[in-house]
């Protein structure tokens, strides 16, 4: 973002001390090509950047990955505990994620249902506060709960991340009237995750006043996904913007826009 | 020849061997991976104290794309 | 917009034979100061401005307004028959417009009710067709009702311009089935009118293949026009360019955006 | 003194006069309006050559910011 | 209805100085057999029903279809001028109508588009003032354009007869800001047509006001359509009384059912 | 219901093996008046009814209520924990309530937070859990998360009651596609609470699967609560009849209810 | 033989003849239907004096089930 | 006298007596009403056998409309 954004110089994103001028993470997931994943990444601007934890083939040790391909001088890299159905597995994949990648930060993912791959509330609260009391840096995934991104953030947890909806699904934010009330009641950033489809849902969650957006499926299954992070990115920025700016309220009724008064009658 | 368990399957190995020398027959770049042995991740520091004995529980992962 | 602009350096909106890189045509009324006007327009990144016709007060005559400030060169100008209820007012003022203009470009509305302000499909589409008869380059404001869109068209209109929502609520785009029908079925631009009350409106209005929107309440009673204004451009940035990469299906259910195989049991 | 109707009110002038005439004696800026007479729309280049005479309904318009 | 029903017993629905007690019509189209259109027109309640007018298979003249089995004695006869493309085909259709039926009133249907089936606002105002001319009782079928409705009232319509969504495609009501906005300024009774697909779309129409709804493919294609004949039934009845029981207001807040004080602190 | 209503004589609803007809619950806070509260129930046709428990003014001990005017013989007793903000609070409210009405039914609400009387995910499980040990019948109100649902019928709750939207607030069911999921994925009722606002609204709860409903500020704040408790009555009888039924699917495109052959053309 | 058109497509008669003839001859029930001929509908009472003739558009309808 | 704490608010009352006394003497219906007693809930048939004394934190609850 140039001096002269829309955003404003002094426009920060900060999470655990750390301060970020994009407000769009981005996942590595699901790309056609490690080429489309570094360009992609590129266009979007993001500084945060989500990966994965697998088992190694051994047979296959030195396969190269997507990740291969990226500089990772260049970003923040925040391992998800993706897949995990339990707290225990959760717990594992995120120590094991501490350890390949040399970094305390892990988005928290207990995900019990492999249908609508909805996240626990209880199971996400009690490994959040086990990686807490471990050093771990937690930003859990969660159904948009207000009153559980309260106990997340009394746990300590340095964000929240509420769905917008299903998934990978593409639906937008579904949850708009929860997300606005977690908004105004969580001192953390609120990072609005899953479901996210087009620029125009980015640019609402912004509106509404979420700090970031992660964005994976609709960047990476997009036909163009270069264009479409682009793309993203403006929906961002155009969203913080707004949000700085003040939106006019939304009225049930209509108002002219030109004047009243000295219209020519015939 | 022993028998652990690596990453959920059974995988044959000519005798004990630490860590470094489990992922070096392997072929693995150590700098890319992750070591828990029997549900415990072994820092990388600690990889050349640990031996991996028959029947021993292991995990090696790495990183992948992902949202 | 510079050449490694999201959407491509061949983007052009052309209507009526003229082209132009910006689709977020502006409104000039409601402004607090004739400054905001100015800054706001040149934020917006707008070539198309529009403006209304008026008495003139001839006890003072030579009051200045927010257009005064304006410099016209850089800008197409668009006089609309805002305020007209009837065919015959709306017909008066744009010849009026074209008289004080100079130039034959008219945003054609003929809204009978002033309370919902909403347009008359008979009363536009029978000013639309003589006006076109006498030169005129007509952009009509209209419901978004795709019949209506064809006849407008076959007329020989230069544009159609279906309301995303009543004008001035900030509602945003309740009329998306019918402009997507309407996209679908037009060969002229389609420009979404009325309603948008932020960038994720604008960008949505984009995103469905809409090409242009235009805006005037939302930016002006923002509580930061200039700021808002550079969001508006943002967000239809962001729309036209996800529109051109092309999104993700909509999809009712969820799937992972990380491998599902490799994931850690315990 | 002769009334015409102005922008829908009535006003006196002092005598039949031309548009240009007219404008100038109300102080207008003959580049920023449009002028129609009895319905109809006067080009600027017809102004000098139409009077206007009493009862004459008379508009005389101006850009104003409009969306 | 019963003399308890839940709308009273003053209550009824008058057309064309005609008055029902059943604020449900219901069509006899894509049944699967002709005892079941007979028995979902016997649980629906309705008094008015729908027909459409056809060529006769002149090689097969004798073809009973379902109408055959119907009791005519006990419905009012509405038929459609379904399928006309032109002003020219529903004039014609209507006369036909008019002609087979033995009735003037007509449910007048001018549809261009044979992939969206829309409305033409245009040519249905144009039949409609040709058919009252004729003396017919004209039902115009309408995009939900409130300026539209106007016009068909002022020229004389019986009633009008907006759409809640694309003609069976079971999406509900999609213009509910523009039904209420028609009921709020039409005298003649509003009866939302195509599109509801369940009861609470039947109910919500006749909540915000509606006179009627008119149903066919969500009764004659359900799995069974003679419980969802009464099921809709039930559902006018159950909106209608809402609406004069006088619901409450939307609030974009919550507030406690049980009293706040007193609660037993601990 | 009678014998020959919509939804056959062998749909029961079953809650903790006791059977009921009717699958409408009312509240009977928020009345005008005691003849209303007993009228409505009446009306409503309701065999489960809700209660609160509050500390009794020992200054005037003998003050009637609305609940004095109620034959109790005829209705299930639901009390509630609502207003407690706390586990205990809640615990020591169910037991108070069982000590007062004999039952051991409870409607457990734990709501720290009171302006937006959001339900506690961790604390109403708890609370759950510990009730369930003392031998009540529980059905937890809760956030409309399919997870939290799931642990509380593990946990043996007799229910679950997912809310529509703000209690009080009549927006009706904002959390639609979670209580589908809620509905697909558990064995015990699905009882939708909070939210309400119409007739419309009960309706497509039981269209979705939903097995019964709790409402009270949409009667009792209704300006008729009498008529808008026979109201809701036949909302949810037209829903639980649709949902029987079977209905159409939604589909985004048009499809004719008349025949599309043998139109007659001109 | 002669050959009018009937909804929409030729069909040949042995002669000219009236409405109630022409429904008869094809064994239609008069009471079902309604007849438009040359584009003009004929109202029942007149049929008998209306003959059908060569060359004539004649539109035969019935009602179906509708919605 | 003594003093209670009765539905968080303090109250005295002449002596110490039974929760049977102690509503009987507030014109409370016992039959409406449920007790606890310093956070235990007292069984109604147990009553009669608890004894309220000084300090002693009671709560005296009845139902009210509620949804």
Redesign the interface.
């Known amino acids: 973002m140039k001096d002269d954004s ?1 955003s ?1 110089t002094n426009d920060y994103l900060e999470i655990a001390g750390k301060r970020f001028r994009s407000r769009l993470m981005l ?5 056609r090509s490690p080429e489309e ?1 570094v360009a992609a990444l590129e ?1 979007s601007g993001a500084e945060i950047v ?9 047979d296959n ?2 396969a190269k ?3 291969d391909y990226i500089d990772w001088s260049k970003y923040t ?1 925040l ?2 505990t ?3 159905r ?1 707290v ?2 959760a717990l ?2 995120a ?7 040399g970094s305390n930060w892990i988005k928290l993912e207990v995900i ?11 199971g996400t ?1 009690e490994a959040a506060r086990q990686l807490l009391d471990e050093g771990f840096v937690v930003l859990p995934y969660m ?1 948009a ?4 991104a ?2 997340l953030e009394e746990a300590g947890c340095a964000t929240v991340m509420p769905l917008g ?8 934010i ?1 949850t708009i ?1 929860e997300i606005r ?1 977690i908004v105004e ?1 969580t001192g953390v950033p609120v990072v609005v995750d899953a479901g996210l ?8 969650a912004m ?1 509404i006043g979420a700090d970031a957006v ?5 960047v ?6 270069v ?2 992070a ?6 961002v ?3 913080r ?2 949000y ?23 | 020849m022993i028998t652990l368990t690596v990453n959920g399957k059974p995988r044959e190995i000519e005798r004990e061997m630490t860590i470094p020398e489990f992922l070096a027959a392997h072929g693995v770049n150590p700098e890319t991976v992750a070591v828990a042995v029997n549900g415990e991740v072994v820092a990388k520091e600690r990889w050349p104290g640990v031996t991996l004995r028959a029947g021993d529980a292991v995990e090696v992962v790495r990183m992948v794309g992902g949202g």
Do not use: W
């Open positions: 829309a404003g996942g590595t997931g699901k790309y994943t266009a989500t990966v994965a934890i697998r088992r190694l083939d051994l040790p030195n990955t997507e990740l890299i391992p998800n993706a897949g995990c339990t225990d597995e594992m994949t120590r094991l994620a501490r350890s390949v990648t019990p249902d492999p249908k609508y791959l909805l996240p626990d509330p209880v609260l159904h709960d207000p009153i559980l309260r106990h909806s299903a998934i990978g699904s593409g639906q937008g579904l009237d009330i009641n489809g087009a620029p125009s849902d980015a640019a609402l509106e992660l964005i994976n499926t609709a990476a299954k997009a036909q163009d996904p264009r479409m682009a793309a993203m990115r403006l929906g920025e155009a969203g913007a707004a700085l700016a003040g939106r006019i309220p939304r009225k049930p009724f209509a108002s002219a826009s030109s004047p009243e008064e000295g219209v020519v009658r015939v």
